[in-house]
């Protein structure tokens, strides 16, 4: 296989802002059909990033037919993850699904055991693993450069930044607010630079104070607040059953200051390190404390380093389908993620904490 026919499966704002530039930058993959509910935005998407000869289908299952389509990308509304990337990988189609990887992590472990069964690879896209500054850390950890990690502290706050437009505001096609659809990726990141994968407790809250006030303020423009029926914010304290710790803080809509997406700060017995003002490294050492900026900007073999997280990621995808390699982002990696989001939910909603033990 020299070209990978790709499949987009929803043309909305994520496909047409991520997903189809990044896959019109790499030669090997070629986008040859697409389906959306709204038909005029598929042949939209069609018309930009397709083929001379790509196809535009009307059921989605027309397409998973296709036996020129060898990979399909779900960019869809959270509860039809599972069951349109079941049905693909039932007809021998490779999946990229958007995160998180299910509304339910009953449904995400439905997706990962039709994959081992089919044979055929599972992706979730978290493109923040693939920029610069993630890579960078996450090299650091893997060559013992921190030690033994026991704290983690995953970030996904926003201080108002609702998004008003398509479901997601909606609890029953989205699962949740800001904790599945940012904290996702917050957690992704801290789980991946411990390589820890085994949660024992999870304690979590969440809140809707900001949601039924509204906000002209809103990055996005006032939401409506009877549509409002996810959470505006949720935090967890996650414990691991090596004993280490990681706190996961996210929010849409929070009276702070103290915002930022989608990054990490870890402590371990060597070091320490933090993504929150740049790249920064800190411990001890010759008897005096030091902190140490990473400086991103650079070259390889006088080569600039790429740093497009989501060309990065979809490079690395085609190349797994290319070469016949693990994704770097796993489906057990993510249905981890998955269940843990779902204890933060079930712990807010018990009052108590919830036990994988």
């Known amino acids: 296989m020299s ?21 019109a930058k790499i030669p090997e993959a070629q986008v040859v ?75 995400a472990r439905r997706m990962l055991e039709t994959s081992e069964r089919t044979g055929k690879k599972l992706s979730i896209a978290y493109q923040n693993r693939f920029r610069a500054d993630s890579r960078w850390l996450y090299e650091a950890c893997r060559a013992g450069e921190l030690g033994e990690v026991y704290l983690a502290k995953a970030h996904a706050v926003r201080r108002r930044a609702v ?42 809250t969440t809140y809707r104070k900001l949601a039924e006030q509204g906000s002209g303020a809103n990055l996005w423009g006032p939401w409506d607040p009877a549509k409002f029926t996810v959470e505006d914010s949720a935090f967890a304290m996650i414990t691991m059953k090596n004993g280490a710790t990681v706190w996961l803080e996210s929010s849409w809509a929070l009276n702070t200051l103290d915002v930022d997406e989608a990054k990490v700060s870890l402590s371990g017995t ?25 400086q991103m900007a650079g070259d390889f073999g006088g080569n600039p380093m790429p740093d497009d997280a989501a060309e990065q990621e ?5 190349n797994a389908i290319l070469h016949d390699q693990a994704p770097v ?27 994988f033990v």
């Open 3 to 23: 070209k990978v026919n790709v499949g987009m499966i929803g043309c909305g704002g994520i496909a047409i802002g991520k997903h189809l530039p990044s896959l």
């Open 33 to 107: 059909a697409f389906f959306d509910v709204a038909a005029d935005r598929a042949h939209d998407a069609k018309n930009r990033f397709g083929t001379h000869d790509a196809r535009v289908y009307h059921d989605v299952y027309e397409l998973l037919r296709d036996p020129d389509v060898h990979v399909v990308h779900v960019c869809t509304p959270n509860d039809t993850h599972a069951e349109i990337s079941i049905a693909a990988l039932e007809h021998g189609k490779h999946v990229l699904c958007e995160k998180p990887m299910a509304r339910t992590s009953h449904d």
């Open 163 to 204: 998004p008003t437009w398509g479901v997601f505001l909606d609890k029953e096609k989205q699962g949740g607010g800001p904790l599945i659809d940012i904290g996702t990726h917050a957690l992704d990141l801290a789980l991946w630079m411990m390589d820890n994968y085994e949660p024992r407790t999870v304690l979590g």
């Open 270 to 294: 060597k070091a320490g390190a933090d993504m929150r003002k740049g790249l920064r490294v800190n411990g001890e050492q010759h008897g005096r404390l030091y902190t140490q900026e990473i």
């Open 314 to 318: 979809a490079r690395a995808w085609i």
């Open 329 to 355: 982002v796993t489906a057990k990696q993510a249905l981890v993620v998955q269940e843990i989001l779902e204890a933060v939910y079930e712990s807010a909603g018990k009052g108590q904490a919830i036990s």
